[in-house]
């Protein structure tokens, strides 16, 4: 081929407008050219597409069709270099927050995001589903969201919001009608005449802690379609809802944008006097680039002649798995051949006795194509087609299975492919092309020849697939099991294929395809042999299959990816499964065919996630306790709110790279730095050094910023590396030579203990003599129970800019952190300045939980100190793995008790000994083995108690805060010791706990208090109880168990309670600073961040209920040290309470001081007001401060109140497991919660529904794992940290507040209670439901011992527990179990 055959010219639109780059950078990926034009909606959430954090849509046009394609794809993983002839949409292409698209307007509206940096990525993937499908139906519409996490807000309302679009859109009563509009009779009001909400307040201040009550309603027997707004009948909830909902208007998909007629034109090849579309060539002038030259061929010719002149050149399709090799592993390929414009390996054609499918058709298009044919050929013909469309359907997410294609899944040779042991076991046939144009036939069978090396030869390409049709009497399926059903990788995947004959039912053949078993997708052919030539149907067939593949497949113990045991009864299970479908379907009247309905479960249409959300309407507030949307909602759904790393860059800006520690534990003999320095852009090492000042920080000063002698934990920043870009900085970390001399690592909780590595701290509380509740039960019991780590998952990265003034030492730092004065004292001490000199500003933050409240100082710390060397602004963004490896979670702990009670079921004592694993360094662990050791009773009395905590010194990240700050784990240590309790007492759960619950005035193992007004635990558990029936629930659980040999359903109630306060005393304050201007409007800053949970609109509305003001008139810019001064961190769900009443104190100075001017000048605008009090020379500024009254409490003496109140909720929890693969579905949970007199409601329903689902994955889903081989973590990143998806949500979840009969007595702000922390532990009642199922399958197979269930209870955990035939048979025995695992929980 000749040059002039070649553009080295992309020529692309991005949001209606053309654009065209020259000698394109080939190491780029589409969002970092976003985000560097300015697209900043397009957020860098992981960097591996497991997040959707970067969908953006991608529209192509398709010449077979003559139409044009949209799709969602991750811009992270998506090549710059493949745009050509693409048009490109992110989320500023569809409105403004002035002018919003109708999804922008509608997930605005209805509270769908809370921290909003993921927002943008759903708002395109519904965008893009409405583009194809502008009527789609519900199920669609969840599934469109398959490759999008939310860690804010549990995703029921972006769901909710979401499917106002569908063609059966959700309703209460009839809100949307056929003309897209919401239906309503009354525009205005409740629907009754003169209602109260069309009259008009007078000003009149209110007071902060004031009661409200119902009266007797403003309609008075009105009859309003939805009851009078004041009536304990209406469901304010669902009021506001139709409220907001009559902005909406029909989606009109006739007014999208249409495909820029230029692009069809240029795919058509109609561009000649333009741009012309040309094959493309380009080369890469940077010398540190890692591709070097670029080929696009747009035909098979093309592609056979560059592969015959670069045949090591690297094959590129989807990128989904190169970009992330390129990122993670820093892969090089010099030469790279994107081949997916090339027509001919995209084609699906009837061949004889199959189909032969191109090899780079897309997975989406592969799986259309599927669908297509099942329907042409039928049920016969079609086991094939079907099958490896089952396993499309759990494969990746949308967004991955758009671009990824099928050549690319069979030649990286996962050995956990999902759709390899499908072909295999259909018995498919590849035919690979070379460059000269050979062709040859490989069957899939002999494709695979070790770990990740296939048959291909350099210089040859996979053309084609060919999968056959399936014959008469021939049954094809496949199975996937993984920690999370959708967007996971697999644990194992199969794919089984038997034919037998008619009349016989012998077995004519079979194959039995397994991933995750070996280092390459296998055969099985033990169990075949096993099943050749008998009868299908019989049970001794079955019996012998199963022990086959046990013998076969058994791995060891120390199996790489672990899980041994877990693994090999998966493939049993799997056959069990395969054998009773097959026998159904083949009729083969057998005892497991019986059962197909629980086997299949494939077969079932997921049930639709609905659900209720209830709460009296808010009458006699103007602004407080409503549920107004969230002040950045529209922000957040146009892409215009901006976070850390939108910020642009300030001058010649520099980046910054961090060298982490290569060990766990050792002694830094030497750092070399020269290659790092002689690299392209680097500009400083910084060492420890290079400190000027304190080279120490945390609460107790016992951690480096830098380390000098020793690294205490792999991953530990060594060094800094300061380049012109970031790519150059991470490349020039890279190069620092670091050599060390191991020391010896401690990792888990319990080698800790055994080691007597401890902090040398130690709690004690004390009360009753717990020696003679002993002696006096009749029933003691002891054990140990483990709480599991948990990674933040805050989709915004730790990050931070430092931007120097260079003159007094005076720095700007913008960071992303929920305790902005630490950030500023920690920096100050570090560059030895005064504290004044360092002003620390948030904007906001995608997500925090507790993660960002004091290791983001470390980040910020290290950003000071590169500008302060290089005088020249810094920015340090950390990826998702680093932020992983470095940034803390939470804690595991280790509870051994022992508890004691009569025989029936009175608690009369508990010993508690709690262990924290703190990590290598204090950090915040003593206040959160403070927190743990007070909510370690729940919400139950023991008349004797003795809790004695330690923390653990280990070789691990530091353990930091997390939402519930020890609560959560103590409580579920509680909680699991009286499951035990219940099951040795052979007492229902829920009546052991009931008859266990603080009652009014009932004191705590602290000598708190329960103040009969404000505890509210027994009555909430007995309303749930009633709202539920939840006695009708557990007769039907019951009754489906006894008639369900393979699932089982679980049943469970808890309670939680937990205390609003700081722990350390003058952390209780908070300050606000407010400002009226001339013009009238108001800006407020106080000392609280925002990071999703709403605090600057509840302040917002405190002010404007304070200064009886729009809420429209008051502005919160930012939280900076310069306006609001040692401000305490954004946590321990105090933030309301603190910053609230200063807001309100500050606000009363001014409405007290313009009082006078509004009664002068009644009616007059409140602008007028403004002036004329300026004029008057009236101060128009106020300061603010509270400071938490009562409180304080004397760990050593045991004196004092330790919290100010309680937030107390109950949840219902029922769930169904199957039993042969452990995984469940979460059917149905109903929470109620006590938030006192709400700030906002709806925001407070948010903050539960979020808290709840973190608080679900932290309980069953979320697995934190480390190699003991080196103390390096296993799960950095979303590809294997798993947080729960959309699909994941319960089936049905209904959330109500506790509306109190009487007033409180509060005396916090408004009588709110706080909110963020206290649902997370309810989270559990998906745990002990899920325990309750596993202890009636163990119950159907007569198992008698104990049931201690591992938390969190993944799959496998689930699986092992139930003490089945196959568990048994796969079990490895005792003996064998040596040598090191190859990961272990901390």
Request: glycine share 8%; hydrophobic share 40%.
């Amino acid at each position: 081929m000749t040059n002039s055959q070649f553009s080295s010219s992309v020529l692309f639109y991005l949001n209606g407008s053309r654009r065209v780059i020259d000698d394109v950078d080939l190491d780029m990926t589409l969002l970092q050219y976003l985000r560097s034009t300015g697209m900043t909606s397009v957020k860098l959430g992981c960097g591996e597409g497991g997040c959707g954090a970067c969908t953006v849509m991608v529209s192509s046009y398709d010449t077979a069709t003559n139409k044009p394609r949209h799709y969602a794809a991750n811009a992270c993983l998506f090549p710059l270099y493949a745009v050509d002839g693409l048009h490109i949409v992110t989320v500023e292409g569809l409105g403004t927050s002035s002018s919003p698209h109708q999804i922008q307007l509608r997930l605005a509206s209805l509270h769908s995001f809370q921290c909003g940096f993921c927002t943008a990525g759903f708002v395109m993937s519904l965008y893009v589903l409405l583009r194809n499908n502008p009527q789609p139906s519900e199920l669609e519409i969840e599934e469109c969201f398959d490759g999008n996490l939310c860690r804010c807000t549990g995703y029921r309302p972006i769901l909710d919001a979401a499917k106002t679009f569908a063609k059966d859109a959700w309703k209460s009563g009839s809100l949307i009608g056929p003309d897209g509009l919401v239906n309503v009779a009354q525009a205005n009001g409740c629907g009754v005449k003169d209602c109260c909400q069309l009259q008009t307040n007078e000003f009149s201040l209110p007071e902060p802690a004031a009661s409200r009550t119902n009266g007797a309603g403003c309609c008075r027997g009105g009859s309003a379609k939805l009851g009078c707004c004041k009536s304990a009948t209406v469901n304010g909830a669902e009021a506001e809802k139709i409220e907001a909902m009559k902005q909406f208007r029909p989606y009109d998909e006739t007014q999208e944008p249409i495909f820029p007629p230029f692009l069809a034109r240029y795919a058509r090849g109609e561009t000649t006097d333009e741009h012309c579309r040309l094959a493309l060539m380009i080369r890469n002038r940077r010398v540190d680039a890692q591709c070097k030259l670029f080929y696009r061929p747009l035909s098979l010719k093309q592609l056979l002649a560059i592969i015959s002149e670069h045949p090591e050149a690297k094959i590129v399709a989807g990128s989904s798995e190169i970009g992330i090799e390129k990122t993670f592993k820093h892969s090089e390929f010099p030469v790279q051949v994107y081949v997916s414009d090339v027509p001919e390996l995209r084609q699906v054609e009837e061949v004889a006795g199959g189909i032969s499918f191109g090899a780079n058709i897309t997975l989406a298009r592969f799986n259309s194509a599927l669908q297509q044919l099942s329907e042409q050929h039928g049920l016969v013909k079609s086991q094939g087609f079907a099958a490896l469309k089952n396993a499309l359907k759990f494969f990746a997410g949308n967004q991955i299975r758009n671009v990824a294609t099928l050549a690319g899944n069979i030649a990286t040779a996962s050995p956990i492919s999902d759709l390899n042991p499908v072909l295999l076991a259909t018995g498919a046939v590849l035919t690979l092309v070379s460059g000269s144009g050979a062709e040859r036939q490989v069957p899939m069978s002999e494709f695979f020849l070790s770990y990740r090396r296939t048959a291909l030869q350099p210089g040859e390409i996979l053309r084609s697939v060919f999968v056959p049709f399936s014959r008469p009497y021939e049954i094809v399926r496949s199975f996937k099991q993984a920690k999370r059903k959708d967007d996971d990788i697999a644990i194992v995947t199969c794919g089984m294929r038997v034919r037998i004959d008619p009349k016989s039912r012998i077995v004519e053949e079979t194959a039995f395809g397994f991933g995750g078993m070996a280092p390459t997708t296998i055969l099985a052919k033990e169990p075949a042999a096993a099943c050749k030539g008998k009868t299908w149907g019989d049970s001794a067939v079955l019996k012998q299959m199963m022990a086959a593949c046990q013998q076969e497949l058994q791995l060891p113990y120390t199996v790489p990816g672990g899980m041994a045991e877990y693994r090999t009864a998966l493939t049993c299970s799997f056959i069990l499964k395969f054998w009773a479908i097959s026998c159904f379907h083949l009729g083969i009247d057998c005892e497991e065919a019986k059962f197909v309905a629980e086997m299949d479960l494939d077969a079932e249409e997921r049930a639709l996630v609905k659900g209720q959300q209830a709460y009296d309407s808010v009458t006699d507030r103007m602004v407080v306790g409503k549920g107004v949307a969230h002040l950045s909602a529209l922000k957040h759904t146009t892409g215009e709110a901006r976070y850390v790393d939108d910020m642009p860059p300030v001058g010649d800006e520099l980046h910054m790279a961090m060298v982490p520690s290569a060990r766990a534990h050792a002694r830094i003999v030497s750092i070399d730095s020269s290659q790092a320095l002689a690299a392209p852009g680097v500009v400083k090492v910084l060492t420890s050094s290079d400190i000027p000042a304190a080279n120490v920080w945390n609460i107790f000063h016992d951690e480096e910023i830098l380390p000098t002698n020793t690294v205490h934990h792999m991953a530990q920043p060594v060094a800094l590396v300061i380049a012109r870009t970031r790519k150059q900085a991470q490349a020039g970390a890279r190069l620092v030579q670091v050599e060390y001399e191991d020391l010896p690592a401690i990792l888990t909780v319990q080698d800790a203990i055994a080691k007597e590595s401890w902090f040398p701290e130690v709690r004690q509380l004390k009360n009753g003599d717990v020696d003679a509740a002993f002696a006096s039960a009749d029933v003691v019991l002891s054990g140990e129970s483990y709480s599991p780590v948990q990674e933040h998952f805050y989709l915004e990265t730790m990050g931070a800019i430092a931007v120097p003034k260079n003159e007094d030492g005076e720095i700007d730092l913008y960071a992303s952190t929920q305790n902005p004065t630490e950030a500023q004292m920690v920096c100050a001490e570090v560059l030895g300045v005064p504290a004044a000199r360092i002003v620390c500003h948030v904007k906001r933050m995608g997500g925090g939980f507790g993660g960002k409240e004091s290791r983001s100082s470390l980040i910020a710390a290290f950003a000071a100190l590169g500008a302060h060397h290089t005088k020249q602004s810094v920015r340090l963004m950390l990826d998702r793995d680093m932020d992983m490896m470095i940034s803390g979670q939470r804690g595991s702990f280790l509870g051994r008790w022992t508890c004691a009670a009569t025989r029936d079921g009175r608690l009369l004592g508990m010993r508690m000994h709690l262990f924290a694993n703190g990590g290598f360094s204090h950090d915040l662990s003593l206040g959160v083995l403070d927190r743990a050791m007070s909510h370690v009773d729940n919400c139950f009395r023991f008349p004797a108690t003795e809790i004695i905590g330690r923390i653990c010194q280990t070789n691990t990240q530091s353990v930091t805060a997390f939402r519930g700050f020890g609560g959560p784990e103590s409580m579920i240590i509680c909680m699991s010791m009286l499951s035990e309790l219940a099951q040795h007492l052979d007492m229902p759960f829920e009546q052991l706990q009931r008859i266990n619950l603080y009652e009014p005035n009932d004191v705590t193992p602290f000598s708190q208090k329960l103040e009969g007004q404000d505890w509210n635990v027994p009555r909430m558990w007995d309303e749930l109880s009633a709202e539920v029936q939840y006695d009708k629930l557990r007769r039907e659980v019951d009754e489906f168990n006894a008639c369900s040999r393979y699932r089982k359903r679980g049943l469970a109630i808890i309670p939680t309670k937990f205390g609003i306060s700081f722990g350390v005393k003058h952390l209780n304050q908070g300050m606000a600073l407010v400002h009226v201007y001339m013009d009238g409007s108001v800006l407020v800053a106080h000392g609280g961040t925002e990071m999703g949970q709403g605090l600057h609109t509840k302040m917002a509305q405190i002010a404007a209920e304070t200064l009886q003001l729009p809420l429209s008139t008051i502005f919160i810019s930012e939280t900076a040290t310069n306006t609001a001064a040692n401000t305490s961190p954004t946590a321990a769900s105090a933030s309301s309470d603190l910053n609230g009443f200063a807001v309100y104190n500050a606000c009363k100075k001014l409405a007290d001081r313009l009082r006078p001017y509004r009664e002068q000048m009644p009616n007059e605008p409140f602008s007028k007001i403004a002036k004329t009090a300026y004029l008057d020379r009236c101060d128009l500024s106020a300061t603010g401060h509270y400071a938490t009254p009562d409180i304080g409490f004397d760990w050593q003496t045991q004196q004092g109140q330790l919290f100010f109140y309680f937030t107390q909720g109950c949840a219902v929890a029922m769930v169904e497991l199957d039993l042969l693969t452990g995984t469940h579905t979460a059917l149905r949970t109903d929470i109620k919660m006590d938030v006192g007199r709400s700030l906002n409601k709806a925001i407070d329903i948010g903050q539960i529904e979020g808290a709840f689902t973190q608080g679900y994955g932290m309980y069953a889903m979320e697995e934190y794992l480390y190699s003991p081989k080196d103390g390096r973590l296993l799960t950095a990143g979303p590809g294997n940290y798993k947080i729960p998806s959309a699909l994941d949500c319960p089936r049905e979840l209904n959330i109500s507040l506790l509306e109190p009969k009487e007033p409180n007595g509060l005396k916090t702000i408004f009588s709110s209670k706080g909110i963020g922390e206290p649902p997370l532990f309810l989270g559990a009642s998906v745990y002990f439901a899920l325990k309750d199922a596993v202890l009636a399958a163990r119950k159907q197979m007569n198992v008698k011992q104990l049931l201690r269930l591992e938390c969190p209870a993944t799959p496998e955990v689930l699986r092992l527990a139930c003490e089945d035939e196959i568990v048994e048979m796969t079990r490895v025995p005792k003996e064998q179990k040596q040598g090191m695992p190859f990961a272990v929980r901390i």
